[in-house]
């Protein structure tokens, strides 16, 4: 077994990690099998040609890892890769408009406590103070908590 033929088998399991943490990630089945690749480079390098070599080819794949990963993230970095937007917008915000306490509206659906409710022309999701609230049943806005609106029902 040749010296460069081992050098060829770690830079292959180098190429490999490379191709898994950058250009295809994901699922690391290829990175394991870059890693193996590498491993079995550096074992033949022990085998073959004794410790010193074998320790040479180990700490070099260590430092080729390491300079693959630095590399990449700043190409990454460099190239525009990489989104730099932030979202700023949350899940759950709720667009209540100018409903406040007070105003009247009707239980679109069942409100079993849950539901939608018509204010005007806006659909709104609601919540009953525990009571069940029949659809088309007249509701009131009692308070509005962060991202939650509680109604209750208006008795005629």
Do not use: C
């Not at 460069?4 to 394991?32: D, M, N, Q, S």
């Not at 630095?70 to 932030?86: H, N, S, T």
């Amino acid at each position: 077994m040749s010296l460069a033929l081992i050098v060829l088998i770690v830079l292959l399991g180098l190429a490999i990690l490379f191709v898994e943490f950058f250009l295809i990630p994901g699922g690391g089945l290829l990175g394991l099998l870059g890693a193996v690749i590498m491993a079995g480079g550096i074992y033949l390098a022990y085998h073959f040609f004794g410790r010193a070599t074998g320790n040479a080819f180990m700490f070099a794949s260590l430092a080729g890892t390491l300079g693959i990963l630095i590399f990449g993230f700043r190409r990454i970095a460099r190239l525009g890769w990489a989104d730099k937007e932030q979202i700023d917008s949350r899940v759950n915000e709720a667009d209540f408009g100018d409903l406040k306490k007070g105003d009247i509206g009707l239980a679109f659906g069942d409100l079993k406590p849950g539901g939608i409710a018509l204010f005007g022309k806006k659909r709104v999701e609601v919540f009953s103070q525990g009571d069940f609230i029949p659809r088309g049943s007249k509701i009131e806005i009692v308070k509005v908590e962060g991202n939650k609106m509680y109604v209750k029902l208006i008795k005629d």
